[in-house]
């Protein structure tokens, strides 16, 4: 589904990622970690083209991602989640969600409105097609954008720190959903400080720091016996 090959990416003068190795295969669920400023957020950005790589190589599903490729139609692949949810205040969450599909690809309001119906549904979160944001709560409106990706129906799903932005008793809401998209199969790159979730529900974890990946396991092997010296440090301070 996805492969880089030593992806390097600069702002002006910083060198943020050293040379990114990495595959991701269809139903993986790939639980990067590692401190603040490592680059996570900046090697998800790439693969999602919001950022455009210094150099080095990205596959999404077999086709190489270059300047003359088509943004729009490789991010409708590619669902994303952020800390900050990002939902547009103006507009309901049947808004919200039915906006992209319709205007993106072109669905009539009719079929939009059943697909983020079924979504909601199976989030939970019917009652709340007429609410706006303002009316959520944090987790909810988490629950919201993560329905508004999938709406787009994507082969692909990234999620940069979705829950780093909630207060301690919804971050479990949003797992759980996330949780339940793993279980369905869905192909999905976590960047996350949620260890519990990194051990249950990840496939594979990949420790960064540095704008490199120091550390690549299956979570039994990370959590239990970390190999890199830094990985362990970064372990002892937030296990
Ligand atoms: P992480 O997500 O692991 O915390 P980021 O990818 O956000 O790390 O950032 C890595 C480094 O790149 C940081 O030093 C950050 O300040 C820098 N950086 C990120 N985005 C930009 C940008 N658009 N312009 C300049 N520097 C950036
Ligand atoms: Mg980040």
Known sequence: MI???????NFGKLHVLKGINAKVDKGDVVVIIGPSGSGKSTFLRCINLLEYPTSGKIYIEGELIDKKTDVNRIRQKIGMVFQHFNLFNNLNV???ITLAPMKVKGLSKDIAEDI?????KKIGLEDKIYAFPSQLSGGQRQRVAI????????DIMLFDEPTSALDPEMVKEVLMTMEGLAEEGMTMVVVTHEMGFAREVGDRIIFMDGGQILEESTPEQFFSHPENSRAQEFLSKVL
């Open 147 to 154: 329905c508004r990706a999938l709406a787009m129906q994507p």
């Open 94 to 96: 049947l808004g919200n």
């Open 116 to 120: 983020a119906f079924e979504f909601l």
């Open 3 to 9: 492969r880089v090959e030593d992806l390097h990416k």
